[in-house]
């Protein structure tokens, strides 16, 4: 098994869905938790882990503990999807204004980069099959965004995205390359640094990139930023086993890369498949697991609840081998169900208002994680 770890990003608001800024109070008073630019986010990073179960505890306690200290300060709480839903995205609340980064952060971007979301951490030592695996999960990353895409609504309306904060998210720089070998992926990066695409390492925003303790040089992991916030620690660990799977697949088939196998001509291959996936990528954001996507592998259109099943089918007896396969089952209930997304535009279209279907979201996934501290975590919680 790999090691894993999540990068998690929250709104803090009122019970009633009102966005609140409290960043600056949470990181003063709390371990564990960071800023970002907007300081009505506040994040979170889970350490490096092999084993679900401890996984699972790792995101849920956390986020107790936020909750417990949210209610000191008053009533509010944290709030589920992946944009400011009912309100507030004219303009920024700016949590540290002496950042020059979150400065330019702010007037090229705006509110586009208020969003909250997962990033999956991934270890994978050896430079040259982690930039291999960003490949794969490079092609593959609308998958993931169809299974996590939690983010209908923006300023209190039906948006026509099931993944808003993607659609409409600044990647950056505008044109990444599916990166051939840890060399090409040194020079690119010193390339955006001196023409100023890039302001530093960080200011990579794709659906993947490799990562590590100095970028570009020194690489440990693969990090997957495409999915929405996943509210359910249960469905989150499922995409997580997915991914971790499909990771082992090709470790044991390193002739699964896209840059062999793709059908596509072999002079231009490189290029069609990062136009290729940014369509798919677009089409996800749109309609996630009811879009149709093309193939990288054979060029032929398939939804993505029907991909999802086909990796589904390929992995699971190597996540049964490796002991995890229980923790995948639960893509079945995503893709009979829906993702989040498609579960409030369900409500919605059943005749809730937008301020209803938020709500009530909240309130559940503040059951749903006071029920899993207490039926799994309660031993973990000091």
Known sequence: MLSKGFEVEMYTSTPEGEIVGLSDKIVAELDGFVREPDSRNVEYTTPPCYRYERLLCDLVRPRVRLREYLKHLGNYTLTPGSTLALGGGDRFHRSDPSNPYHTYIEQTYGT??????????VGISDPEVLLRACRLVRVEAPLYLA?????????GEVTGYHSTRWGLFPKTPAQVPLFESHLHFIRWTEQQLALGTMQNVRHLWSSVRPNGDRRPYNLNRLELRICDLVSDPVALLAITALLEARLIQLMQEPTLDPLQVSQLSA????QDLVALTDANEAAAARLSLDAELIHWQSGQPILARDWVEQLYGEVWAIAKKEGFSCFLTPLKKILREGNEAQRWLQLQQQGKDVASVVKQAI???????LTLRDTLCQPLVA
């Open 112 to 121: 586009r980069v208020v969003t909250a979301s997962i990033h999956i951490n």
């Open 147 to 155: 299974l996590s895409a939690a983010s209908p609504f923006l300023d």
């Open 267 to 270: 002079a231009t291959r490189a």
């Open 363 to 369: 309130q559940d996934t503040a059951n749903q994680e």
